[in-house]
């Protein structure tokens, strides 16, 4: 069982259209949690840190259950320029912050 | 202009040759990774560097090696040794707060290796 799973897609909505991403865990002693955002042939950015109590950035909210170990991420309004990877992460915090990605979730966001 | 830059973009290895792989930041960043990406897969750690002078594999270190002379600088040679070495190379950088959670790692460009 991968450590982090995620659905790889790809979705495929239209402009405007509300779209959501889950993502699992195995690792219960995982501590904190990232979306990152990866275009073709492009490095990962951050795109938010997910929060127990969940948070949102403009059209995008993050969802943390830790007794599901379960993370989702939310877009609405979607956008063409939201076409791209989206990387689920956990952060496994030690002697040195490991990160554990998942393999993304490709989103294509047609007109 | 702050940020991670990694040099060559694109590289091309004949099988048996060595390569090493640039990675520069001028973020102050105390530590700095690599990482390797496949398709349909997700980033793997190779090595990672807390402070200069040290560094620790990762979880796919064969056929690797590092040095961190510098803190601004964590090379990456690809050795003969590393049997499937086609793939995207990232290096990352942190402030290095070894046991806090909020130490978000960034990352370079990427340099995209193919062995002929």
């Known amino acids: 069982r991968k450590e982090v799973e995620q659905d790889p897609g790809p979705f495929n909505v239209p402009e405007g259209a509300t779209v959501a991403f889950n993502c699992t865990y195995s690792n219960s002693a995982s501590q904190s949690f990232f979306w990152y955002r990866q275009d073709c042939r492009k490095e990962p950015k951050l795109l938010m840190s997910v929060y127990s109590s969940g948070n949102e950035d403009g059209r995008f909210t993050a969802q943390l259950n830790r007794a599901s170990q379960y993370i989702s991420l939310l877009i609405r309004d979607s956008k063409l320029s939201d076409s791209a990877t989206y990387l689920c992460?956990?952060?496994?915090?030690?002697?040195?912050?490991?990160?554990?990605f998942g393999a993304g979730t490709r989103l294509a966001v047609h007109p | 202009d702050g940020g991670i830059t990694q040099s060559p973009k694109y590289l091309f290895r004949k099988e048996g040759q060595n390569v090493t792989l640039s990675c520069e930041q001028n973020?102050?960043?105390?530590?700095m990774y690599w990482y390797r990406q496949d398709p349909g897969q997700g980033l793997r750690l190779i090595y990672y560097s807390q402070i200069v002078n040290d560094f620790q594999k990762g979880d796919i270190a064969e056929g690797y090696s590092v040095s961190r002379e510098k803190k601004e600088s964590f090379p990456l040679t690809v050795t003969s040794a590393q049997k499937n070495p086609t793939a995207f190379y990232l290096c990352?950088?942190?402030?290095?707060?070894?046991?806090?959670?909020?130490?978000?790692?960034?990352f370079g460009p990427g340099t995209r290796l193919t062995v002929l």
């Open positions: 990352a950088s942190s402030i290095g707060l070894a046991g806090y959670s909020t130490d978000t790692q960034y």
């Open positions: 992460v956990v952060n496994i915090v030690g002697g040195y912050n490991k990160l554990i």
């Open positions: 973020l102050n960043h105390d530590a």
